[in-house]
């Protein structure tokens, strides 16, 4: 069965406190894998798309990651407004819609 | 350009009533899809249009939901009748494939059955 998890489902860190959100993924035919911000009572708002192992983008303070079995999420010196739930979802080879994570909910304190 | 855009924004309904739930997506986007987020659980795929037709609707819950896209333009999503299990939030995102592919979300519906 297609599984995405999403570690940890929680984080606070201090202002400036750079870290990493984990999304580790079990699929058959990936065919991409998308990284979500989503802030309290909206939907989730797209950052970055990852197609291949090895991959890397780029956006202000973050970056994603792909290897073959998981995404990483790096956040540098992150300010209060990088507060937020992070969504990691995949789109297989069979279909058009998105499987979700749980989520990580990032809390930054001043 | 305009977002996906979603009514209403809240609902409250008691069980056995009907809701509607509407989506206008993005122009020019074929792809339609609507998912689901109930309490403490991941957002979940409930179906996609493409254009007018329903080409995956492999996450409907039961035959208690019914989706319809008028035209290919926007989407309805009713309930009926409503139970408390239904109660979550909605989202409907759109895509283009020429564009990426990339689901854009709406804000959302948030549905209370009582």
């Known amino acids: 069965e297609d599984q995405v998890t999403q570690s940890p489902e929680a984080l606070r860190l201090q202002e400036g406190e750079s870290s990493s959100l984990n999304c580790s993924y079990t699929v058959s035919g990936l065919r991409g894998l998308f990284w979500y911000r989503q802030d309290p009572g909206k939907g989730p708002e797209f950052l970055f798309t990852?197609?291949?192992a090895g991959e890397e983008k780029e956006k202000e303070r973050l970056k994603a990651t792909l290897t073959k079995k998981e995404s990483f999420l790096h956040i540098t010196a992150p300010k209060p407004e990088d507060s937020a739930t992070y969504l990691c979802a995949v789109r297989l080879n069979a279909g058009n819609m998105l499987t979700f994570g749980g989520g990580t909910r990032l809390m930054v304190k001043p | 350009e305009a977002g996906v855009t979603q009514f209403p924004s809240h609902s409250v309904i008691e069980k056995g009533q009907t809701v509607t739930l509407r989506c206008d997506p993005i122009?020019?986007?074929?792809?339609l899809y609507w998912y689901r987020r109930v309490m403490g659980k991941e957002i979940k795929f409930l179906l996609h249009f493409v254009k007018e037709s329903k080409q995956d609707e492999s996450g409907m819950p039961n035959n208690r939901f019914l989706a319809e896209r008028t035209g290919g333009t926007y989407s309805t999503l009713k309930v009926q009748p409503a139970e408390l299990e239904d109660s979550g939030v909605y989202f409907c995102?759109?895509?283009?494939?020429?564009?990426?592919?990339?689901?854009?979300f709406g804000q959302g519906t948030r549905l209370t059955v009582v």
């Open positions: 122009s020019g986007h074929d792809n």
């Open positions: 990852l197609y291949s």
């Open positions: 995102a759109s895509s283009q494939e020429s564009k990426g592919g990339v689901a854009f």
